[in-house]
């Protein structure tokens, strides 16, 4: 379900979907709610399914049990796409390119194990993504205890 999510944002982002209103926090929303179910599909995988806990417990536990690399990119890009789906009178509107950047790395979590589906589409800002990740060591989806032994 997370990649057609993902891939819906995307389409919003291409202009594909016509949506009133700003089509990058929209499609911000849609790339946050992959990355969530991404985040309760990885605990599940790691043995701590813990569906009443909040996104931030979920994501400390997802840092403890896999790979710090990935734990924190899947923490970073949901604090980033948590900011930019809250709307403030004093920021500007999220831009296409800064969601679409967000969006590919949610996109490289879910192609690196970190979730089930895999998305079907790929772009020139998830290839940069992805070549970010991998050089933070973000491929790796094994389990931090199975790492170090």
């Given at each position: 379900?997370n990649?057609?999510?993902?891939?819906?944002?995307?389409?919003?982002?291409?202009?594909n979907?016509?949506?009133?209103?700003?089509?990058?926090?929209?499609?911000?929303?849609?790339?946050?709610?992959?990355?969530?179910?991404?985040?309760?599909e990885?605990?599940?995988a790691?043995?701590?399914?813990?569906?009443?806990?909040?996104?931030?417990?979920k994501?400390?536990?997802?840092?403890?049990?896999?790979?710090?690399?990935?734990?924190?990119?899947?923490?970073?890009?949901w604090?980033?796409?948590?900011?930019?789906?809250?709307?403030?009178?004093?920021?500007?509107?999220?831009?296409?390119?800064?969601?679409?950047?967000?969006?590919?790395v949610?996109?490289?979590?879910?192609?690196?194990?970190?979730?089930?589906d895999?998305?079907?589409?790929?772009?020139v800002?998830?290839?940069?993504?992805?070549?970010?990740?991998?050089?933070?060591?973000?491929?790796?989806?094994?389990?931090?205890?199975?790492?170090?032994?």
């Amino acid at each position: 379900m997370n990649a057609i999510g993902l891939r819906n944002a995307e389409r919003l982002l291409d202009g594909n979907v016509g949506a009133a209103g700003s089509s990058a926090r929209l499609a911000a929303f849609l790339a946050r709610q992959a990355l969530e179910e991404l985040v309760d599909e990885r605990c599940r995988a790691l043995g701590a399914d813990v569906p009443g806990a909040s996104m931030r417990s979920k994501l400390v536990i997802m840092r403890s049990l896999d790979t710090t690399e990935c734990a924190d990119a899947a923490a970073i890009a949901w604090n980033r796409l948590s900011n930019v789906c809250h709307h403030h009178a004093y920021e500007l509107a999220p831009t296409v390119s800064e969601v679409r950047h967000l969006c590919g790395v949610v996109a490289v979590l879910l192609n690196s194990g970190a979730g089930i589906d895999k998305p079907t589409t790929t772009n020139v800002s998830t290839e940069k993504s992805h070549s970010a990740l991998r050089r933070m060591g973000c491929q790796d989806s094994k389990r931090r205890s199975d790492r170090d032994r």
